[in-house]
């Protein structure tokens, strides 16, 4: 009976999470700006899973250390930023990251809807944040997800780079549970926005750097290849996998299609803590952050984040940050 009643419940709730009946926008509606600067520097933080119980303070002081190094002309936080978090704590950590005078912006993992807010409510709150803040979801739309956009980076009045930010989503409860995925709705909006990108630069792709929280099931062909140098597939930074890749188990072959525009050269990831390889694999980096706290579950000497040095021939350079709670001691 109860076992039914879940299985009710699962399936109300797939039938809820994967429709999307919202309005069509225009793809230049997705599209902030922001400065190039030459060897921009982007800092990847992710995984801070900040609760109401954690010493936020504590926190804070660690992840000073980092965003100090890395002196970024960007702050990129790539998702489960939060779980059983309030608004109060939410809204301590947005602050924090405000306080460098630094552009930021975040995109969402799994575990964001696991806090006494929606992730409706955190999006309206970014939406409107203003200050440093660089986000923009739109919330009545027709593609899924809540943190989908792009930031154009200028230059000489053109888009020198795109900046693309993206909601890998939360759970699907369908036919079994485990990770949701990039539904086909995100997959067509990505394309759209690559071919309008592409038309208003003349008719030349533009370069793009991707930023999501679950990885693509291909991370896991991606890390084989690299291994076994097989394809043309390297690491550009070997690093530790020390866990199994938890893609999840179904797609819409999101990755097939990154490689038919030829636009995306890096796509940059969290979600499993003790992995920290980059994986480049036909032509695009494959790139685990450095998870930013010791909060759920971490690895001594896998804590910190990674700037991507972002060049002037669209090339990028990587430096890993990492550091111990013995520094704030
Ligand atoms: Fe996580």
């Not at 109060?88 to 696991?114: C, M």
């Amino acid at each position: 009976m109860l076992k039914k009643g879940l299985m009710l419940l699962s399936g109300l709730c797939s039938l809820v999470l994967t429709s999307c009946a919202g309005a069509q926008h225009n793809i230049s509606e997705y599209i902030l700006e922001m400065g190039y600067k030459e060897d921009m520097r982007i800092l990847q933080i992710t995984d801070t899973h900040l609760g109401d119980k954690d010493d936020l303070e504590k926190h804070f002081k660690f992840m000073d250390i980092t965003i100090k190094e890395s002196n970024p002309d960007l702050i990129v936080v790539t998702g489960d930023l939060f779980t059983f978090a309030s608004r109060t704590t939410a809204k301590r950590f947005f602050k924090f990251l405000d306080s460098y005078g630094v552009k930021w912006t975040v995109t969402y993992g799994n575990h964001d809807e696991q806090c006494y807010f929606s992730v409706d409510w955190m999006t309206g709150l970014l939406n409107n944040y203003g200050s440093n803040c660089i986000f923009k979801d739109i919330q009545d739309d027709d593609v899924q997800g809540n943190a989908n956009f792009a930031i154009n980076l200028k230059k000489d009045g053109k888009v020198f780079e795109q900046l693309i930010v993206m909601d890998s989503n939360r759970y699907y409860y369908g036919d079994y549970f485990g990770y949701d995925c990039f539904k086909q709705n995100q997959i067509d909006w990505y394309s759209n926005l690559v071919d309008y990108t592409k038309e208003q630069n003349g008719g030349v792709t533009v370069p793009s750097l991707l930023f999501y929280h679950i990885p693509l099931p291909e991370i896991n062909d991606a890390y084989d290849k690299a291994k076994a140098g097989e394809n043309g597939a390297h690491f550009v930074y070997e690093g530790q996998k020390n866990e199994k890749a938890c893609p999840p188990d179904y797609d819409f072959h999101f990755f097939d299609k990154i490689v038919e525009k030829g636009s995306t050269t890096g796509m940059y990831f969290g979600h499993d803590h003790v992995n920290d390889f980059i994986a480049n694999y036909k032509g695009i980096d494959f790139a685990y952050g450095i998870k930013a706290t010791d909060r759920i579950y971490y690895k001594e000497d896998m804590m910190g984040g990674r700037t991507i040095v972002l060049k002037n021939d669209h090339s990028v350079s990587y430096e890993n940050h990492y550091h111990t709670y013995e520094e704030v001691k």
